[in-house]
């Protein structure tokens, strides 16, 4: 194992009708003044909106909102919510939705708090944060785990670039998580969300250093009870044991705990779906769908030992006659897992089917984003990328 550090400072408060409890929250963060940040309709729709408004009338608290963040949040509405803090003089951000609000909430927070830098440089990585107003957040999709998080995704509509940043400064101060206020996500979504929860455990599992046997432990539980919810969830999408135990998942696999003690985790199938997000605009955990089982194939025998612990205690297959033919069998048994909650397992399965110039240019941007590589089962270079990206497309 090699030595870590494990800081998660954000309060959970967890379960029904924990939302009421947001005006309070507030106030013990010191906030005054919020700017409130949702995305589509359904906060509307749903109520929760006027709700939480309500509840920060009540105890004498000042909000104005912005509303709109599309899934792949965009530069454009973290400049719009920038504009409207500054004009209202916002000490506080919460964000009412799942990872895409929370993510541009935070953008707002690191533009908000440091008014004469240009934030999109933080995402170019040219420089680094220095300060961040406080984020509160209240879920409503369980995927990202950024209620929890130091990362933050934000697209670039102008450029097509999709680009990260973290900073422990941004994880968020509270998330009131609520498992009944995620029963009325699509299908789609809830399968999708799962996806992400596996995958961020995922990134962190399969690597070539730094093991440790109760991270592990922990790791497969998690990834072995996402499975058996999701599952449950496609066939009765009101199930609140399994919407709690989901979202409860979504937290743990993104908040560093399910990699204390490895090298810092593989998280090179992260970085190429944010160049599918960028291109096409698809969603984030189909498209890590839509990329993994390709990018398995393509790294397994650098990363045997792990493939094979995970085809047994996670995918729980028989063993083959060797490693190899092991560590195949739960990769296919991923992919039908993938397939029986609606996810795809390749890019035409994804709606998409991009030229090789296309490929080209993805590849390119991912190696420029990460420095010149990315990976730990197998450090992935620009040629790696374009074979990744090939073999989904099914080139």
Same mark, same amino acid.
């Given at each position: 194992m090699?030595?870590?550090n494990?800081y998660t400072?954000?309060?959970?408060?967890?379960g029904?009708e924990?939302?009421?409890?947001?005006?309070?929250?507030?106030?013990?963060?010191g906030?005054?003044r919020?700017?409130i940040?949702y995305?589509g309709k359904?906060?509307?729709?749903s109520?929760l909106l006027?709700r939480?408004?309500?509840?920060? $009338?009540d *105890?004498g608290?000042f909000? *104005?909102?912005?509303?709109?963040?599309v899934?792949?949040p965009?530069l /454009?509405?973290?400049?719009?919510g920038v504009a409207s /803090?500054?004009?209202?003089?916002?000490d506080?951000?919460?964000?009412?939705? #799942?990872?895409s *609000?929370i $993510?541009?909430?935070? !953008?707002?927070?690191?533009a908000?708090a440091?008014?004469?830098?240009d934030v999109?440089?933080?995402?170019?990585?040219?420089?680094?944060?220095?300060? +961040?107003?406080?984020?509160?957040?209240i879920?409503?999709?369980s995927a990202? #785990?950024?209620?929890?998080?130091?990362?933050s *995704?934000i697209t670039n509509? $102008?450029?097509k670039?999709k680009?990260?940043? /973290?900073s422990?400064?941004?994880r968020?101060k509270?998330a009131i998580m609520n498992?009944?206020?995620t029963?009325?996500?699509?299908d789609?979504?809830?399968?999708?969300? +799962?996806?992400d929860i596996?995958m961020?455990?995922?990134?962190?599992?399969?690597?070539n250093?730094g093991n440790?046997?109760l991270?592990?432990?922990?790791?497969?539980?998690?990834?072995?009870?996402v499975i058996?919810n999701?599952?449950i969830?496609?066939? $009765?999408p009101?199930?609140?044991?399994?919407?709690?135990e989901?979202?409860w998942?979504?937290?743990?696999a993104?908040? #560093?705990?399910t990699? +204390?003690?490895?090298d810092?985790?593989d998280f090179?199938?992260h970085?190429l779906e944010?160049?599918v997000?960028?291109?096409?605009?698809?969603?984030?955990?189909? #498209?890590l769908?839509?990329?993994?089982s390709?990018?398995?194939r393509?790294v397994?025998?650098?990363c045997l030992?792990r493939?094979?612990?995970f085809?047994?205690?996670?995918?729980?297959v028989s063993?083959?006659?060797n490693?190899e033919?092991?560590?195949?069998?739960g990769i296919? !048994?991923?992919e039908?897992f993938?397939r029986?909650?609606?996810?795809?397992?390749?890019?035409?399965?994804?709606?998409?089917?991009?030229?090789?110039?296309?490929?080209?240019?993805?590849a390119g941007? +991912?190696? !420029?984003?990460?420095?010149?590589?990315?990976g730990?089962?197998?450090?992935?270079?620009?040629?790696?990328?374009v074979q990744?990206y090939?073999a !989904?497309?099914?080139?």
């Amino acid at each position: 194992m090699f030595n870590f550090n494990y800081y998660t400072p954000t309060k959970i408060i967890f379960g029904r009708e924990t939302e009421n409890q947001v005006g309070e929250l507030i106030k013990e963060f010191g906030g005054k003044r919020v700017l409130i940040h949702y995305g589509g309709k359904s906060a509307i729709r749903s109520g929760l909106l006027a709700r939480v408004k309500k509840i920060l $009338d009540d *105890v004498g608290i000042f909000h *104005v909102e912005v509303g709109g963040v599309v899934p792949n949040p965009q530069l /454009g509405k973290v400049r719009e919510g920038v504009a409207s /803090g500054n004009l209202n003089q916002i000490d506080f951000i919460l964000a009412v939705g #799942g990872g895409s *609000v929370i $993510d541009s909430a935070k !953008a707002i927070a690191y533009a908000l708090a440091e008014p004469n830098k240009d934030v999109w440089e933080l995402y170019q990585h040219t420089r680094q944060a220095n300060a +961040c107003l406080p984020v509160g957040v209240i879920l409503t999709i369980s995927a990202a #785990g950024s209620e929890m998080s130091r990362s933050s *995704v934000i697209t670039n509509e $102008d450029t097509k670039e999709k680009r990260s940043y /973290g900073s422990d400064m941004a994880r968020p101060k509270f998330a009131i998580m609520n498992p009944e206020l995620t029963m009325t996500l699509p299908d789609y979504q809830t399968a999708s969300g +799962c996806t992400d929860i596996m995958m961020h455990t995922m990134e962190r599992y399969f690597t070539n250093g730094g093991n440790m046997e109760l991270t592990d432990a922990v790791a497969e539980g998690l990834l072995k009870t996402v499975i058996k919810n999701a599952e449950i969830l496609r066939d $009765d999408p009101k199930n609140y044991k399994a919407r709690a135990e989901v979202m409860w998942a979504s937290s743990l696999a993104h908040n #560093g705990l399910t990699g +204390c003690g490895s090298d810092g985790g593989d998280f090179a199938t992260h970085m190429l779906e944010h160049e599918v997000g960028g291109m096409f605009n698809v969603t984030h955990g189909a #498209g890590l769908a839509a990329i993994w089982s390709s990018w398995a194939r393509y790294v397994y025998k650098n990363c045997l030992p792990r493939f094979v612990k995970f085809a047994v205690n996670v995918m729980e297959v028989s063993p083959g006659k060797n490693d190899e033919e092991t560590a195949l069998k739960g990769i296919s !048994a991923m992919e039908d897992f993938y397939r029986r909650i609606g996810m795809p397992t390749n890019f035409k399965e994804l709606g998409i089917e991009p030229t090789e110039e296309q490929i080209s240019e993805m590849a390119g941007k +991912c190696v !420029a984003a990460v420095g010149g590589k990315i990976g730990s089962a197998k450090v992935l270079y620009e040629d790696d990328m374009v074979q990744v990206y090939r073999a !989904a497309a099914g080139l």
